[in-house]
């Protein structure tokens, strides 16, 4: 036997040794979260390449599949949160159809005023019906609440996240750093499924793609191209919170004007980059606490806003609708706008010269400049705005929107129509054509106006600092903007409950006119609902009775938490495939392992066989 034969039993000894060290270690492994399956590379030695020797400790992985898996699982994350959230929201609404949720509670104020309609001397009807009014008000303010804590939970949880995305990144770099300088095969591996685990949870977060270099290390950036990490430097990631929020609290790209928590991320050398202006993220948590907290939840707040300017106004308004009107100038309307308080927009219906139809609308106000105001709070997105400084005198009216109009419109009072009766003209070529004029004007002068000889009663008011009308005012501020949390009773109808059936001063008997008008006004006429809302749409006002807009509303978020909630149920599915898929090709199968540990424990037991025949070998030349 040559020593060429005992030298190539001895390395295959050792190299199978090591083998079964990688097989046990394999085995031990089963079911550790991050770890891929590794493998032994052998190379030949020897004369005529006969022997072997230890190569490199390799880890089984599909580029692919891993790639794959993150994305699911940022997707994952996203629709998770998502449905969490919505199905929250929709909780909040209640079981649509009982007595405790909204339409259950809309539904009970206009069967209470249905009631006093019926019998407008009871006492008891009349209580039933301030009773049922404040349980409205208290319902839609409780939700607001609501959804403002959802708003809050939501900022304190990208702040954790954020903080949570940002030490992943830092362990990347530092664990690339390692990984260069690690020359030992098993260390390296080790420190590869340290990496690749930190980039599995940093892609819940946000998307992430990530890019190998040669020497080992890897550069994470998002799917809209930014760069996280490059070798050893990695941006820092921070989020400067708000806490509570309120209704008014809003993402601005004007770091003034935000009054939310934004994501900065802040590069080694220093720059800055705001990651929500930029929309850098697009999927993971990150990017659900993003649009749930600018988006979802705000459209939610302005829904009720909406449903209670609409129950509030609906009670106190009288609508204003242009009659045809026609003069030397040209062609138009007159509308008496008598009342007209500031907030209550007027809305002109215009045909330009090319055939399209748009919307012109007025917004009085009691400043001078008159205030300005936020295109998102009108109903019509889309329209013109333009802001008029209204006086106390009717008679003024006209002068004051001629002011503002401007040309090609002839604007004149005419108070033949009313106190305050507006004549808007256009000329009959070359401008667009006026095809209608409409306005909701508030009727009564202060809360406490409640007998004022019509059936509009200023039921629901302002409830913040000092009672008020709610008339839609932008002077100091949008007062639709949180209206849901503020609006009450009016104190001075639960004062005197009995203005429900007497709207005139010095009336003696009741009568059914006002709650029988109340009721009409709520389930059967048409208010215009802002485009804001969501309802109907994301551009046109959406046209509905203030009872349909309340079911509309509730309909539309028990679907949107159903969508959310299919939607995350198919992402699972889709992040188990992936799963399965990355198990598949980099995963220990255990059989697998027991089957290459049984080989490799034959090729011992062969190579220690060699090396016991030399030994008894040597041991019989030496006694001979």
Same mark, same amino acid.
């Given at each position: 036997? @040559?020593f060429?034969?005992?030298n ?55 580029e ?9 699982? =940022? ?6 949160m ?48 301030? @009773? ?10 409780g939700?607001?609440?609501? $959804?403002q ?10 702040? %954790?996240?954020?903080?949570a995305? =940002? ?7 530092q ?24 980039l599995?949870?940093?892609?819940g ?32 990631? =921070? ?11 809003a ?7 935000r ?12 720059g ?10 697009r ?6 606490g ?10 939610a ?7 209670a300017?609409?129950?509030s106004r ?14 030397a ?17 007027? #809305? ?5 010269? %090319? ?10 106000? %009691? ?11 009108v ?9 008029f ?55 009564? #002068? ?10 509009? $009663? ?5 409830s ?58 709520? #389930? ?20 509905? @009775? ?7 509303i $509730? ?10 909630? %299919? ?16 198990? @598949? ?15 490799l424990?034959t ?22």
């Amino acid at each position: 036997m @040559s020593f060429t034969a005992l030298n190539t039993a001895a390395a295959g000894l050792k190299t199978t040794q090591a083998a079964i060290g990688i097989v046990s270690q394999n085995i031990a492994n089963v079911g550790t979260t991050g770890y891929v399956r590794r493998t032994l590379d052998t190379v030949a030695q020897g004369p005529g390449n006969s022997g072997v020797a230890i190569g490199t400790i390799n880890r089984i992985i599909d580029e692919n599949s891993v790639k794959q898996l993150r994305l699911e699982t =940022s997707g994952a994350s996203y629709t998770g949160m998502m449905a969490d959230v919505r199905t929250q929201l929709d909780k909040l609404y209640g079981i649509p159809g009982t007595t405790s949720a909204l339409d259950g509670v809309v539904n009970n104020f206009t069967l209470a005023l249905q009631t006093l309609g019926a019998a407008p001397s009871s006492a008891p009807a009349r209580s039933a019906v301030v @009773s049922a009014a404040s349980n409205l008000a208290t319902k839609i303010g409780g939700i607001a609440e609501g $959804i403002q804590a959802l708003r809050s939970a939501t900022e304190s949880q990208l702040s %954790n996240d954020t903080a949570a995305a =940002s030490g992943l990144l830092s362990s990347i770099a530092q664990l690339n750093v390692k990984i260069a300088a690690t020359s030992d095969d098993g260390a390296k591996v080790a420190l590869l499924d340290q990496r690749d685990q930190a980039l599995n949870s940093l892609s819940g977060y946000l998307d992430v793609q990530a890019s190998v270099q040669r020497d080992g290390t890897v550069t994470v950036i998002t799917t809209s191209g930014m760069t996280l990490v490059d070798r050893a430097s990695a941006v820092s990631l =921070s989020f400067d919170g708000r806490g509570t929020l309120g209704p008014e609290d809003a993402y601005s790209t004007d770091p003034a004007q935000r009054s939310v928590g934004t994501i900065t991320a802040t590069t080694p050398g220093g720059g800055t980059i705001d990651l929500v202006a930029s929309n850098a993220i697009r999927s993971g948590s990150l990017a659900a606490g993003i649009e749930l907290r600018d988006t979802v939840l705000p459209q939610a707040q302005r829904q009720l806003d909406d449903l209670a300017a609409g129950l509030s106004r609906s009670l106190s308004d009288t609508s204003a609708v242009g009659t045809p009107a026609s003069a030397a100038a040209g062609a138009g309307f007159a509308i008496d706008l008598t009342g007209l308080s500031a907030g209550n927009a007027i #809305t002109i219906t215009l045909k330009d010269t %090319n055939g399209a139809q748009r919307n012109l609308i007025l917004v009085p106000s %009691n400043l001078n400049p008159p205030a300005s105001v936020n295109r998102a709070d009108v109903a019509d997105p889309l329209a013109t705005i333009v802001p008029f400084t209204v006086g106390s005198d009717p008679a003024t009216f006209g002068t004051a929107i001629a002011a503002a109009l401007g040309s090609p419109y002839t604007v004149t009072s005419v108070p033949e129509v009313g106190k305050g009766g507006v004549r808007i003209l256009s000329p009959t070529s070359g401008a667009p054509t006026i095809m209608g004029i409409k306005a909701s004007v508030t009727q009564s #002068t202060s809360p406490d106006d409640v007998t004022n000889g019509k059936p509009q $009663i200023p039921l629901f008011v302002d409830s913040g600092g000092k009672a008020r009308l709610y008339t839609g005012s932008f002077d100091g501020g949008s007062q639709l903007t949180g209206f849901a949390q503020r609006i009450a009773v009016n104190p001075a109808v639960v004062a005197k409950t009995e203005t429900l059936v007497k709207f005139a001063p010095g009336t003696q008997g009741s009568e059914p006119t006002r709650p029988q008008y109340l009721f009409d006004a709520l #389930t059967s006429a048409n208010r215009t609902f802002s485009a804001a809302s969501g309802i109907g749409g994301i551009s046109a006002p959406y046209e509905s @009775s203030v009872q349909g807009f309340a079911q509309k509303i $509730i309909d539309s978020q028990g679907a949107a938490a159903a969508t959310a909630q %299919n939607l995350d149920e198919g992402q699972s599915i889709a992040l188990a495939t992936a799963q399965g898929r990355f198990a @598949s090709t980099s995963g220990v199968k255990i059989d697998e392992e027991m089957s290459r540990l049984v080989g490799l424990q034959t090729a011992y037991t062969a190579n220690a066989r060699v090396l016991t025949a030399a030994r008894d070998m040597l041991d019989t030349l030496l006694r001979i």
